[in-house]
Nanobody, 115 residues
């Protein structure tokens, strides 16, 4: 079993920053894909950013230049540094990991940005 535990969410004012963390545990293999998704009320879940095993990254257009994804393979952890936060970033943020055994989701962490 793979467990993903997110942390770092909270309430922040517009223009502020947060760093989300996701720690993976259990039966872990290569974890080729580690990513962050978010879901706002009444909207579909969307991909925010992902990072591959070798460090290649991709970002949604809405967060380019503001968010940065990184990973520490030794710690089985993926991070999302969120800067210049906007009220539109308010959502539940979910960690996702893909490896040879399948795809796994964390339980999510709430991010609320006030104007």
């Amino acid at each position: 079993q793979v467990q993903l535990v997110e942390s770092g969410g909270g309430l922040v004012q517009a223009g502020g920053s947060l760093r989300l963390s996701c720690v993976a545990s259990g039966r872990l293999f290569s974890m080729n894909f580690m990513g962050w998704y978010r879901q706002a009320p009444g909207k579909q879940r969307e991909l925010v950013a992902f990072i591959t095993r070798d460090g290649r990254t991709n970002y949604a257009d809405s967060v380019k230049g503001r968010f940065m994804i990184s990973r520490d393979n030794a710690k089985n952890t993926v991070y999302l540094q969120m800067n210049s936060l906007e009220p539109e970033d308010t959502a539940v943020y979910y960690c996702r990991v893909d490896q040879m055994t399948g795809s796994y989701w964390g339980q999510g962490t709430q991010v609320t940005v006030s104007s």
